[in-house]
Nanobody, 124 residues
């Protein structure tokens, strides 16, 4: 089994930046495709970005394209999400998730393991 722990959330003003990190336990992180999702109160969990096992394939939601950047360091068992040009509508709990597979996964149900989430709040 694998466990993920997110960190790096916080309160920022519109236009600001944050860097989120998701660190995995275990020894097989490099075999997992990873993704970031977010969920605001009263709303469904929303896909943000996904990355393949080897980091060669990426898929960004249109709402964050050009502002957010995903990367992974398999040697550190960590996937990062750089949040730039933040907007109030980006406010949500951000979750990382993994699936033991090669390619990018977009659908939440395709992910087997989830972190506890980290809160990102953007003031107007």
């Amino acid at each position: 089994q694998v466990q993920f722990v997110e960190s790096g959330g916080g309160l920022v003003q519109a236009g600001g930046s944050l860097r989120l990190a998701c660190t995995a336990s275990g020894r097989t992180f490099s075999r997992y495709a990873m993704g970031w999702f977010r969920q605001a109160p009263g709303k469904e969990r929303e896909f943000v970005v996904g990355i393949s096992r080897n980091g060669q394939s990426l898929n960004y939601a249109d709402s964050v394209k050009g502002r957010f950047n995903i990367s992974r360091d398999n040697a550190k068992n960590t996937v990062y999400l750089q949040l730039n040009s933040l907007k109030p509508e980006d406010t949500a709990v951000y979750y990382c998730a993994g699936r033991y597979t090669i390619g990018v996964q977009i659908i939440p149900a395709n992910y087997d393991y989830w972190g506890q989430g980290t809160q990102v709040t953007v003031s107007s």
